[in-house]
Nanobody, 114 residues
């Protein structure tokens, strides 16, 4: 069982930046897909960004050119750098590892507000 701890969420003003991190208890290099999802109040959970099979990245249209996903295999950490944030980015953000398997973080709140 892989344990996941997310950190570095919080409150930021519109136009600001925030970096999320997701630390796994096991090797994240062993997963074919790792990524970030988010769920805003009253909405379905949606994909934000993924790294597929090591280095291929994929982004939701709403975050392209603003968000960057990256990982440090040596430290088993997945990152999401978010810039030019808008109130529409307000959501609970989740780290997901897998397949193989299906491991979710506990979620971390990101609020964009002045």
């Amino acid at each position: 069982q892989v344990q996941i701890v997310e950190s570095r969420g919080g409150l930021v003003e519109p136009g600001g930046s925030l970096n999320l991190s997701c630390t796994a208890s096991g090797s994240i290099a062993s997963f074919y897909i790792v990524g970030w999802f988010r769920q805003a109040a009253g909405k379905q959970r949606e994909i934000v960004a993924q790294i597929i099979t090591g280095s291929n990245t994929r982004y939701a249209d709403s975050v392209k050119d603003r968000f960057t996903i990256a990982k440090d295999d040596a430290k088993n950490v997945l990152f999401l750098h978010m810039s030019r944030l808008t109130p529409e980015d307000t959501a609970v953000y989740y780290c997901k590892l897998g397949p193989p398997g299906n491991y979710w973080g506990q979620g971390i709140q990101v609020t964009v507000s002045s």
